[in-house]
């Protein structure tokens, strides 16, 4: 069984920073892509960032340039990180893998999500 654990979450003031990560564990043999998505109340969830190898990121417009997508394959592990946070970040985050396991069934798995806010 696969499981992705986020942390990293919580309450910070407009302009400051956090750091998301999220580790896979269980029967893995490789990870693929690894990505964030964000789902703010009454809006449906949104793509924020995803990462195949630190040469190869993409990010949605709204948080280029602010948000790092990063991961340690050492440790099956991506990270977020978010700087100049504005109170529009405000969002359940949640992780995204395709994980082929040991058993050679890939599949696309998601995190239990953790809440950002970003509020004065």
């Known amino acids: 069984q696969v499981q992705l654990v986020e942390s990293g979450g919580g309450l910070v003031q407009p302009g400051g920073s956090l750091r998301l990560s999220c580790a896979a564990s269980?029967?893995?043999?490789?990870?693929?892509?690894m990505g964030w998505y964000r789902q703010a109340p009454g809006k449906q969830r949104e793509w924020v960032a995803s990462?195949?190898?630190?040469?190869?990121?993409n990010y949605a417009d709204s948080v280029k340039g602010r948000f790092t997508i990063s991961r340690d394959n050492a440790k099956n592990t991506v990270y977020l990180q978010m700087n100049s946070l504005k109170p529009e970040d405000t969002a359940v985050y949640y992780c995204?893998?395709?994980?082929?396991?040991?058993?050679?069934?890939?599949?696309?798995?998601w995190g239990q999500g953790t809440q950002v806010t970003v509020s004065s």
């Open positions: 995204n893998a395709d994980i082929t396991d040991r058993r050679w069934r890939s599949s696309n798995y």
């Open positions: 990462i195949i190898s630190s040469s190869n990121t």
């Open positions: 269980g029967s893995i043999f490789s990870i693929n892509v």
